[in-house]
């Protein structure tokens, strides 16, 4: 699909990399961002009560867990920005619908779209007029209701994104149960499923063994793949301790991330006085699009050289032999691959030198307590869950889990995705998980597996589905293959979207649509009289309560409980296990239920939460005991890979990643600038490395074509992305994700978890003639 340029965006500049990450610039963005938003930012106290367990909410944006002691301001930027957009004063209200047809809304950008503000009424879509219209809530249950009732429940899908609370997730997921589904897309199935799925075959779990004081005692950080100063910004403050400290940082990433260079901390007078910043990474390898597990498998080789070295000379060598032995099985034969490698081969596919590998593994050796950090860049792969493999065996070399100090860390993305999947969302549960749900609510559950999101992406373009429920999120434009997914659409018999904000998600719908406004994480959620308290999982496993602020934007906003509730009841004939609307008026009913079907995990659920208001979930692998099927970790590696000729760097063709930039939440983009990467008033650029411009004849400011290379046949490309000189490997381009996401193939994706490879996209470029940029943007580009 091409899309039709705006003026605004076609003026990107890109400057100088000079300011550190952080600093004044970020209080200032802080203070832009309550302004154009029209929130009062001074005086109502409302930033001091983000994340602070009693009584305060959890911050919408990201999964960076809170500190023991949360400081009076403990939120960043981008929190704040996410605060903002969602308290902001403007509204999408009826009258804004009756101005608008859905076809004409469809020329607005995201950024356009979202800006209109909170929606303020459920909303009905009129084929006659192409509008949405009013409805009150009843009538939409009973409507909704009737349809989902009558569909074949393995054709009706339920996404979730993760802002969804725990509460809300386990109601949601309590409905498609009791409809007859398994299919139960997420938005982790974009994101972290990879390391959902390969961690666990590593060392029997699917999350952090980290908590947030191992990084006041660690030795070393290796980030791989992730860009902290903008999506988990609070991470910051403590890589930045831990540099102070003499810790190293060794960062792998294709592109030098400013913040991961040098970083000012606005929460500490001394950076905020000189404005200087403290340089965060030790070494920063910038590692060819997808070379990580040559990388790694080089760190592991160099380290093993040297350990056989010193132990044919008698000494005890560098590697955790004690821990090896008695906690994992695999080593040898991953020692025996690593060392057959050659570092021509490692330095090819990993766009790196064997010196600067050796680099990496020396601080590696260095250290007592190892700490390995990973994000998009690791797990939106095809190869992601061998990425995540590979970071676990040089975890497991050293010994460096359950130890404090060291361990693994995902970073996950939204500030509720791990807890939606501990709560029930998932589309593949387990025997004993629903059996417990069999027995509390007296329903009979489908075993038989259901869809992720690519599943589902596949039986909408099958025309295989009858109803698509969204809980949150903007599932039609966050996907691969967009535009094709789109098309089929329009002949989805229903489609329902539960949201905050209006999004393209809502005008790419069904033939009977509805939009259901939800109350925010920030608003106050009054049920039967008495103000509620939801929870949410951090990506450190702290379950925590969150409890809302505001004044609703609207009187007629139901939470998201209340929304699945009214569902429920509407949908299926009186349950005396399941009474809807008495669960939905205390949530603590809610609890006891998530509870009583994990109550290994969940014990004294309201209790625990009443005590501190927050409390970790056990994690096995940090005491050392490890889930897995032969009750040891396992060093895993893919036999087939640097021999495998599809995957060899220099092919004819470019690897694309696709990015956030800094004035953005994923599909929601509250600015065209890019602070951090010096690019303003535009998200059409390309990132290209100089020598390639050069090489392939294109000039900085070349307007071009971008072509997915695949085998299927399906022409998909984007055009009107402007070329930008920019520091990262050949053969490596960089983009803003979703502006580029028509261009990923479905069936690209990681071969276990089928997470999206929205990093290694295969692309051709195409410089594009004046006529067809004056034919798409309506305006000659001199930009
Ligand atoms: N402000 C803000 N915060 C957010 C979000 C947001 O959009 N805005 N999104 C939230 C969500 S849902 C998520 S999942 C997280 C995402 O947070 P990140 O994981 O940081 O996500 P990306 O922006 O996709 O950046 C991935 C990084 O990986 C690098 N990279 C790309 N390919 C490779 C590769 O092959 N190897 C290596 N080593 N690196 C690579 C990129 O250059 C980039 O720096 O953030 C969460 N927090
Ligand atoms: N090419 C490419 N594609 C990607 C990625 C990438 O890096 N590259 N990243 C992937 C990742 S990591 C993720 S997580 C997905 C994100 O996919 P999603 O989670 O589906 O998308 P978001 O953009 O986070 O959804 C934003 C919308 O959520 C709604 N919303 C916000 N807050 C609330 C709330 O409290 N309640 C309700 N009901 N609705 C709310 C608003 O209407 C808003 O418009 O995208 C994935 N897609
Ligand atoms: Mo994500």
Not at 113 to 120: D, F, I, M, S, V
Not at 129 to 145: M, N, Q, S
Request: hydrophobic share 35%; net charge negative; glycine share 10%.
């Amino acid at each position: 699909m091409v899309r039709r340029l705006k003026d605004d965006e076609l003026h990107g500049k890109q400057g100088k990399h000079d300011a550190p990450g952080g600093g004044w610039q970020s209080i200032k963005a802080t203070e832009s961002h309550f302004l154009r938003e029209k929130v009062p930012f001074k005086g109502n106290g409302l930033m001091f009560k983000i994340n602070h367990p009693n009584g305060g909410f959890e911050c919408p944006s990201c999964a960076w867990p809170n500190p023991e002691k949360p400081g009076p301001a403990e939120f960043c930027e981008n929190g704040a920005k996410a605060v903002a957009w969602e308290a902001t004063a403007a509204r999408t209200t009826p009258e804004f619908f009756a101005r608008h047809t859905v076809s004409e809304l469809h020329g607005w950008s995201d950024h356009a779209l979202e800006k209109q503000g909170r929606l303020t009424h459920p909303m009905r879509y009129n084929p006659a007029t192409d509008k949405y219209d009013p409805i009150d809530w009843e009538t939409a249950f009973r409507e909704i209701g009737e349809r989902v009732a009558a569909f074949d429940p393995k054709r009706v899908e339920l996404y979730t994104s993760g802002r969804t609370s725990n509460e809300a997730a386990f109601l949601w997921q309590l409905y498609g149960r009791m409809l007859g589904t398994h299919n139960f897309p997420d938005c982790s199935n974009m994101c972290h499923e990879t390391t959902t799925v390969a961690l666990p075959q590593s060392i029997g779990v699917g999350k952090a063994t980290t908590v947030l004081e191992d990084f006041e005692h660690t030795d070393c950080v290796f980030l791989f793949g992730q860009n902290a100063g903008t999506n988990s910004p609070r991470m910051m403050g403590l890589l930045h301790e831990a540099r102070l400290r003499g810790a190293e940082v060794i960062t792998f990433n294709p592109l030098r991330e400013r913040a991961l260079v040098k970083f000012a901390n606005p929460q500490t007078p001394r950076d905020m006085l000189t404005n200087h910043g403290v340089p965060i990474s030790s070494q920063y390898h910038q590692v060819r699009i997808g070379g990580d597990i040559a990388a790694i498998q080089g760190i592991c080789k160099h380290i093993l050289d040297v350990d056989d070295e010193a132990r044919a000379s008698g000494a005890k060598g560098v590697i955790d032999h004690d821990f090896i032995a008695m906690h994992t099985d695999g080593f040898s034969a991953f020692a025996d691959h690593c060392r057959n490698l050659s570092w021509a081969r490692i330095e090819r596919h990993s766009g790196l030198e064997r010196a600067a590998i050796e680099e990496a593994a020396r601080a590696w050796m260095r250290s007592e307590r190892v700490i390995c950090c990973w994000g998009m860049g690791i797990t939106q792969h095809i190869r992601g869950g061998d990425n995540v493999h590979q970071i676990l065996n040089l975890l497991l070399m050293g010994g460096h889990i359950g130890r404090r100090g060291a361990g693994a860390c995902p970073v996950r993305g939204h500030s509720n995705v791990q807890g939606d999947r501990t709560v029930g969302i998932f589309h593949k549960s387990g025997e004993a998980f629903l059996a417990k749900m069999d027995e509390v609510f007296g329903i009979e559950c489908l075993r038989e597996h259901g869809h992720d999101v690519s599943l589902c992406c596949e039986a909408i373009l099958r025309d295989e589905v009858d109803a698509f429920l969204g809980m949150g999120g903007n599932f039609f434009r966050a996907i691969a293959d967009q535009a094709r997914v789109a098309a089929h659409v329009g002949d989805i018999p229903l489609t329902v979207q539960i949201a905050t904000k209006l999004n393209r998600s809502h005008l790419i719908h069904g033939k009977a649509a509805y939009l259901l406004p939800a109350l925010a994480r920030t608003e106050k959620d009054i049920q039967a009289g008495v103000e509620q308290t939801i929870t949410i999982e951090d990506g450190m496993c702290n379950v925590q309560g969150s409890k809302g602020a505001l004044e609703p934007a609207s009187e007629h906003l139901r939470s998201e409980i209340a929304i699945v509730a009214g569902l429920g009841k509407a949908t299926f004939a009186p349950n005396p296990k399941v009474d809807w609307e008495w669960l939905a008026e205390d949530y603590a009913r809610i609890r006891d239920r998530i509870e009583a079907t994990q109550p290994d995990t969940f014990y004294d659920f309201n209790q625990r939460l009443g005590e501190k208001g927050v409390f970790h979930l056990d994690i096995a692998a940090r005491d050392r005991i490890w889930k897995t099927d032969s009750g040891k970790a396992h060093f895993l590696f893919p036999d087939d890979h640097l021999t495998e000729d599809a995957s060899e760097p220099g092919d004819a063709h470019f690897q694309l990643l696709s990015i956030r930039g800094h004035d953005q939440f994923n599909t929601t983009v509250y600015s065209l600038d890019d602070r951090y990467r010096d690019i303003y008033g535009t998200r059409m650029v390309l990132m290209m490395n100089p020598a390639d411009i050069e090489k392939h004849g294109f000039q900085a400011g070349n307007r071009v074509t971008l072509r997915a290379v695949s085998d299927d046949g399906i022409e998909r490309r984007v055009s009107g992305f402007k070329i930008i000189a920019y520091d990262l490997p050949e053969n490596c381009l960089g983009a803003y994700y979703p502006e580029v996401n028509d261009l990923i193939p479905l069936a690209n994706r990681d071969r276990q978890s089928n997470t999206i490879a929205g990093k290694s996209i295969p692309v051709t470029l195409e410089l594009m003639s004046t006529e067809q940029v004056e034919a798409e943007t309506g305006v000659l580009a001199t930009g």
